[in-house]
């Protein structure tokens, strides 16, 4: 992996505030009967070696692959820069495209981050893809946070009241470190000089400068991945000998 991209944060202050408003720990808590989750998302394996569960996940709904691991960037970075943002998995939107050009998972590149599906909206501006309660169809990240997994805006709907009971992330549904906070979105052919984001904490989105940092969760076109795991080495050993043992009790008998 290229490291070069890292910024240099001008002092520890910077890190501490971002690690203030981005930093929120998920609630690793799947809630059964919440959303759609248990029928749409379907798991998806790139190697049973690790002794771990899925590795991704498709989506029937969006026809697109989501990393296991929500924050799968703080894993990489963590070993490398112990006292940075990336550790948080907190990027800027040059760090996190750096971060997804060189990601290989399964043997599998391409990875990006989640898009914003309304191509004419090249930034806010009252648009109905900007705020609270945004369209489920306005974003993948909005169709997630709404639909798949069932959860809430800040904002009451109806009444237009903050602080509706049962706001923001409570179904993280199958996914591991989903964060409660803000998410790094871009426009499938960025027109304009801005980053989206989608903010879990709250259910809001909105379009913000290039200097804006967020978490990043990788996204894949499609179905890759197997949808049972693939058997580990010592597993296909322990099938050859079982093999070779009823061969040999065959060829005696």
């Known amino acids: 992996?290229?490291?070069?991209?890292?910024?240099?944060?001008?002092?520890?202050?910077?890190?501490?505030?971002?690690?203030?408003g981005f930093a929120s720990s998920a609630q690793a808590e799947a809630i059964s009967g919440q959303?759609?989750?248990?029928?749409?998302?379907?798991?998806?394996?790139?190697?049973?070696?690790?002794?771990?569960?899925?590795?991704?996940?498709?989506?029937?709904?969006?026809?697109?692959t989501w990393l296991a691991d929500a924050n799968a960037l703080a894993y990489d970075y963590r070993n490398y820069y112990a006292n940075s943002p990336l550790t948080q998995g907190i990027a800027y939107y040059t760090e996190a495209q750096s971060w997804l050009g060189s990601l290989v998972e399964g043997g599998v590149s391409g990875w990006r981050l989640p898009q914003v599906n309304n191509l004419?909206?090249?930034?806010?501006?009252?648009?109905?893809?900007?705020?609270?309660?945004?369209?489920?169809?306005?974003?993948?990240?909005?169709?997630?946070?709404?639909?798949?997994?069932?959860?809430?805006?800040?904002?009451?709907?109806?009444?237009?009241?903050?602080?509706?009971?049962?706001?923001?992330?409570?179904?993280?549904?199958?996914?591991?470190?989903?964060?409660s906070g803000k998410y790094l979105e871009e426009l499938p052919r960025q027109i304009a000089p801005s980053v989206w984001s989608f903010d879990m904490a709250v259910g809001d989105q909105w379009d913000n400068a290039y200097t804006y940092p967020g978490h990043v969760f990788a996204v894949h076109d499609g179905d890759i991945g197997s949808p049972i795991p693939?058997?580990?080495?010592?597993?296909?050993?322990?099938?050859?000998?079982?093999?070779?043992?009823?061969?040999?009790?065959?060829?005696?008998?």
Not at 38 to 63: C, I, M, S, V, W
Not at 234 to 239: E, G, I, V
């Open 35 to 64: 959303g759609t989750w248990e029928t749409t998302l379907q798991a998806r394996y790139f190697t049973n070696d690790h002794g771990h569960g899925p590795d991704a996940f498709y989506d029937k709904d969006l026809d697109i």
């Open 120 to 179: 004419g909206w090249t930034s806010c501006g009252g648009t109905p893809v900007c705020g609270s309660n945004v369209p489920s169809n306005s974003s993948e990240l909005a169709h997630l946070f709404y639909t798949t997994l069932g959860d809430k805006d800040n904002v009451n709907p109806i009444t237009h009241e903050a602080n509706q009971p049962g706001f923001g992330l409570s179904n993280t549904g199958p996914f591991l470190n989903l964060q």
């Open 230 to 253: 693939e058997p580990g080495t010592s597993l296909l050993l322990t099938f050859g000998l079982v093999g070779l043992t009823v061969m040999r009790r065959w060829s005696r008998s």
């Open 1 to 20: 992996m290229t490291l070069s991209h890292v910024i240099n944060y001008q002092s520890a202050a910077i890190a501490v505030a971002l690690l203030a």
